[in-house]
């Protein structure tokens, strides 16, 4: 049975992308750490809604330009395993990738970027500085102040799949959408597969729902998922068949679970065809 291959590929950025969740990193500038990543926890394990909290961790750090910007440093310094070569391999097999992001536009952009990823093909968070507050005359070095956020699909727990959508149209391909929290995984409406990703924090609500799931510190064995067990068998003989081996040894020990039956069986079918030597693999 032939896997299909996923044209449009949707990242989430922090604990997907980058171990790190941009906000808390803020939070700890501010000395707020405790306060915020109890908020950022609720939101993401889906106990509150990320409206309710979003404004609040803000307010709570009020973090000016520069503090922002620093975030894309820590984003870079920690990077998720294998992030950037996955993405590279889906972009030169004629992938369309994409992040979208609840976290603050400026570092996500900068970081999607730093990954190869088309500006254009990357959503976060605007915010609005106070230009003139306290020594104003220096805005320009980043001393600007927080005012306000745009509130918008991305900072509500289902706004994801507006996003999603709006992409999406009027173009051809099937999608797939990968994240950790619960944001992410009601995007997944939105796409033809959601896979949740536990590299960095496995989220309960996730595993239990999502049709594809990754527990892997590395997130490579996406590629199985998005190009096809058929396809990454080409790949072992390109440049990048030192991924596809590690690729290939997550999946046989379990690096790949699914709770939908029927995409369990069709993978397992398009794996044994594709490899007959192997073991037969369970997950």
């Excluded at 097999?93 to 900068?110: F, N």
């Excluded at 956020?149 to 996003?163: F, R």
């Excluded at 799931?213 to 998922?225: D, K, T």
């Amino acid at each position: 049975m032939r896997w299909p291959q996923y044209k449009h590929i949707f990242f989430d950025c922090d604990s997907t992308l980058t171990t790190i969740e941009g906000i808390d990193i803020l939070a700890e500038t501010a000395g707020k750490r405790w306060r915020v990543e109890v908020l950022t926890q609720a939101a993401m394990d889906g106990h509150l809604d990320l409206e309710d909290v979003y404004r609040k961790r803000l307010q709570a750090v009020k973090p000016t330009r520069q503090q922002v910007q620093e975030i894309r440093r820590f984003y870079k310094r920690n990077l998720v395993e294998d992030a950037a070569a996955t993405i590279q391999i889906l972009q030169e097999q004629g992938h369309e990738v994409y992040i979208i992001s609840g976290g603050l536009a400026e570092p996500v952009t900068e970081f999607g970027l730093f990954l190869g990823v088309p500006k254009e093909n990357i959503r976060a968070v605007d915010l609005n500085y106070d230009e003139l507050a306290g020594t104003w005359w220096k805005a320009e070095q980043g001393n600007a102040q927080y005012i306000d956020y745009h509130e918008g699909a991305l900072t509500v727990s289902d706004g994801k799949a507006q996003i999603v959508r709006e992409f999406l149209k009027n173009k051809n391909g099937r999608s797939l959408l990968i994240g950790d929290g619960k944001s992410d995984l009601l995007a997944g409406t939105a796409v033809d597969l959601f896979v949740g990703f536990g590299g960095v924090i496995t989220r309960e609500q996730v595993v239990a729902n999502a049709p594809a799931f990754i527990h892997s510190a590395s997130i490579a064995p996406l590629l199985a998922l998005a190009v096809g067990p058929a396809t990454l068998r080409l790949l072992q003989d390109s440049p990048y068949h030192e991924m596809v081996a590690k690729v290939l040894k997550l999946i046989q020990t379990g690096a790949i679970t699914f709770q939908n039956e029927r995409l369990k069986t069709k993978f397992n079918q398009a794996v044994h065809a594709t490899y007959p030597p192997l073991h037969p693999w369970s997950y």
